[in-house]
């Protein structure tokens, strides 16, 4: 499920926003707080086609664009000379004079000068650094247009890419109320030195846009307000505890439970050598805190976690509820960051897998069984197959949890485990792939393929990637019945989507 953006991938860093904790896998998800992923260039670039040898525009240069669209990544779409241009901050249907910031061969990179008219669907941004933080991408559209956008993202990936004309592409699941939806966060710190009120102290921030500039904010719209507010009370705690030594924590993790409202807070330092023991015992005073770990990462602008985390107080899990299992979260889990998203991305997922109490269910990329127990519950068997260990000693650990015993899991990457596994004889009625945001290696396609389950399930963070994948399992004999996409990440430019494949007779 859409790790992307652990996610999303979504951030207080995306390449900016407050780095926000999701999928290891997209993982490094949709999320992006790294607080959300860009998908990258317009994915029609290249056939929205560039000037017949014509001088681009200069960079500098100033132009009146109209926006037809928006790309992958929520900007406007139009064209200069006949040639394709990006600009952030231009919707659908709206006019503007922009200037050059970039030519990219096939299309250019533009900032808005002057708005010239409003789409209708333009709201005021709930968020005061929106544009700065790379977070949000979208909250200047009404929700409403959000989601028929998302949903015709995936549309036209199908039809552009995977040469489907005629899938049925639901409207997209939104919330609702798309705001506050976040369980789980990684925010930098910034140790102010020189002089002003914030001398010496701790601030929280995001990133901007495609750096490691933090932009000060103590507040993000789409965390829940108690973790928010623990975040700033656990940064004022560790800066008066600790002092100067406070320049040596870089990031403040946070993780809650929907199902509780309990939170869990990681640290993580440069410097093994700091003794936060004192300070977390303060720490786990704050409300609803139930859990305190730290974790050394000596590059605080690299991977946020180090190679192990400590639990320094309290818990060392949370508990959480989904599809009426109850799951144990530890620091590094995965977890979907958006609960009540996930629920209903499930849910489409077993409603598509539609398994019979016989059936012999393969769960791929299974990251810690969110998918995989609800299944074992309706199948003879499913057997999940997980790249991150600790991803599946957290999903064997939740099975016996729930009192699963017909839940198998491997570790492995998937296009190694499962073909062995088919060599001994292992036969599937029914197949769930969750890859990553760069799909399924072309080994496992051929070998579900060769393997012929009835059916298979396709949940993916990646629109482009589904349907590269899609165009090859349709080739290998299946027809793609419908697609949900799912907003697990409201107010980001990303999408999750469901798909269903049945094996043609």
């Not at 102290?201 to 789409?222: E, K, P």
């Not at 016989?358 to 074992?376: E, F, H, M, N, Q």
């Amino acid at each position: 499920m859409a790790r992307g953006p652990q996610s999303k991938q979504h951030g207080r860093a995306q390449t900016s926003a407050r780095q926000r904790t999701g999928d290891s896998r997209h993982r490094d998800r949709p999320v992006s707080q790294q607080r959300v992923t860009s998908a990258g260039p317009d994915r029609n670039a290249a056939s929205d086609g560039a000037s017949d040898g014509a001088s681009p525009p200069a960079i500098g240069s100033v132009h009146t664009v109209t926006a037809d669209r928006l790309n992958d990544d929520g900007d406007g779409v139009g064209r200069i000379d006949a040639i394709t241009v990006f600009v952030p901050d231009l919707l659908p249907g709206e006019e503007a004079r922009v200037q050059v910031t970039a030519n990219e061969r096939r299309f250019l990179r533009a900032a808005v000068i002057e708005r010239l008219t409003d789409a209708e669907s333009r709201l005021t941004p709930a968020c005061a650094v929106f544009g700065e933080c790379g977070g949000c991408q979208l909250q200047h559209f009404t929700y409403a247009a959000q989601l028929e956008h998302k949903r015709r993202v995936v549309e036209q990936a199908l039809v552009r890419i995977a040469k489907l004309q005629d899938v049925r592409v639901h409207p997209t699941l939104g919330m609702d109320e798309p705001w506050r939806y976040r369980n789980q966060v990684q925010v930098p710190l910034e140790y102010v030195t020189g002089t002003g009120q914030a001398q010496g102290r701790l601030v929280t921030g995001f990133f901007a846009s495609g750096s490691h500039r933090i932009v000060h904010s103590a507040t993000c719209d789409l965390e829940p307000s108690d973790m928010e507010q623990a975040v700033a009370s656990a940064v004022d705690m560790l800066t008066d505890t600790l002092g100067a030594r406070a320049s040596a924590v870089h990031h403040l993790i946070a993780r809650r439970s929907y199902t509780t409202g309990h939170i869990m807070l990681v640290v993580a330092v440069r410097d093994a050598d700091i003794d936060l023991q004192a300070v977390a015992q303060k720490l786990l005073s704050l409300p609803n805190v139930v859990s305190v770990a730290r974790t050394v990462q000596s590059q605080p602008n690299g991977p946020v976690w180090g190679r192990s985390v400590d639990i320094l107080a309290g818990s060392a899990v949370l508990t959480e509820r989904l599809v009426d299992l109850e799951y144990l979260i530890s620091p590094r889990s995965f977890f979907q960051v958006n609960t009540a998203q996930a629920e209903r991305l499930i849910a489409t997922a077993l409603k598509y897998a539609d398994v019979d109490p016989g059936d012999t269910v393969l769960d791929a990329y299974c990251g810690t069984g969110s998918i995989s127990l609800p299944l074992a519950r309706r199948s003879r068997q499913v057997i999940g197959i997980e790249s991150v260990p600790e991803a599946v000693a957290d999903a064997r650990r939740n099975a016996e949890h729930n009192a699963v015993a017909n839940a198998r899991f491997e570790v492995g990457q998937v296009e190694s485990v499962l073909p062995n596994l088919l060599k001994e004889g292992l036969t599937l009625d029914v197949a769930v792939v969750d890859p990553p945001r760069k799909g399924c290696d072309r080994v496992v396609l051929d070998a579900l393929i060769d393997a012929k389950p009835e059916r298979i399930v396709y949940v993916s963070c990646n629109h482009a990637t589904l349907a590269r994948d899609l165009r090859i399992l349709v080739d290998g004999g299946y027809a793609v019945t419908e697609a949900q996409p799912v907003d697990m990440f409201p107010q980001t430019s990303h999408v999750e989507c469901v798909t269903s494949l049945v094996r043609k007779s």
